[in-house]
């Protein structure tokens, strides 16, 4: 009987020794995410030359004061999706937090999608999903696509849709992002319904994949769905026009890498935020 009160101290004060180091970590994790949202909340304002000129201030602030209270409750990489949503709340394409960044690899489904006239097609994916080729997105979870649209859109920084719409596929995809806005519920895999070209409706559990490229294959440009900006990838420059008289389309590759925390903003002033982690 001894023994066992002498084992269940040893165990409880173990147990409050290991607590004790947790706490420490985690306390300077939340600080240091605080420091950077603090910085954000003072400095982009201070740098822009309007930032308020489509959130009001009070509202911006409290979007602050909300991630600052949920810091200690949620993940690191959604804590980068709300900073990416305060940034977008300025309501212009140039004044960004881009994603995926931050000390946390994100999580993303191993195809990609474009916008077509008639919705969101799958363009290319693993060889091990080849039979989404071409399907429309119906859905991801229970959310219809449009109300997808509609969630993703606040993590956006954009000031036309036409942006919001190339912009779409690329954050869509990140897992980390959908359970942000409330589309889907954990990380690792979500069901998605798709419609095949011939017309029949399916769904599908896809896994996530950690952060980086999918080495997949593609729609032939033949089959109609390949946009012609993701053509001739392997050139740096190229030019395509339909007729001679017609518009010319220029696409550019290459860009540079961020590694850092950063807010990014060039309307009608140039400014160039870095938070420190």
């Known amino acids: ?3 066992s009160a ?8 173990l147990a409050v020794a290991l607590s004790c180091a947790v706490l420490p970590a985690q306390s300077d994790r939340d600080q240091r995410y605080r ?27 409290a979007e602050v004061n909300a991630l600052n209270n949920d810091i200690p409750l949620i993940g690191d990489t959604e804590i980068m999706v709300r900073m990416a949503q305060i940034v977008a709340s300025i309501g212009e394409a140039h004044t960004s937090l881009p994603l995926p960044q931050g000390p946390t ?18 363009n290319a994916v693993r060889p ?8 429309r997105i119906v859905q991801i979870g229970d959310t219809p696509i449009d109300d997808v649209y509609s969630k993703v859109a606040i993590v956006i920084s ?10 779409f596929p690329d954050y869509a995809r990140w897992a980390d992002v959908l359970k942000t806005v409330g589309v889907i519920a954990g990380l690792d895999s979500a069901q998605w319904t798709f ?11 896809i896994a996530t994949i950690p952060q980086g490229s999918i080495s997949g294959i593609g729609l032939p440009d033949r089959q109609g769905f390949a946009p ?13 026009t339909s007729n001679p008289r017609g518009p010319c389309t220029l696409r550019t590759t290459g860009a540079p890498t961020r590694t850092h925390l950063s807010v990014w903003s060039r309307s009608r002033c140039s400014a160039f935020l870095t938070l420190h982690r």
């Open 6 to 13: 002498r084992a269940a101290s040893r165990l409880g004060a």
């Open 128 to 135: 091990d999903l080849a039979q989404l080729l071409g399907c």
């Open 1 to 3: 009987m001894i023994e």
């Open 35 to 61: 420091d950077d949202l603090q910085y954000l909340a003072t400095q982009l304002p201070a740098r822009h030359v309007n930032a308020f000129h489509q959130i009001g201030r009070d509202q911006f602030n």
């Open 105 to 122: 690899p994100f999580r993303w489904f191993p195809f990609t999608f474009y916008g077509f006239d008639d919705g969101w097609r799958v």
């Open 228 to 240: 012609l900006y993701t053509q001739n990838t392997a050139l740096n420059y190229c030019t395509r």
């Open 195 to 205: 419609e095949a070209l011939d017309g029949h409706r399916f769904a599908l559990e």
């Open 158 to 167: 954009h000031e036309n849709d036409q942006w919001l719409k190339q912009q």
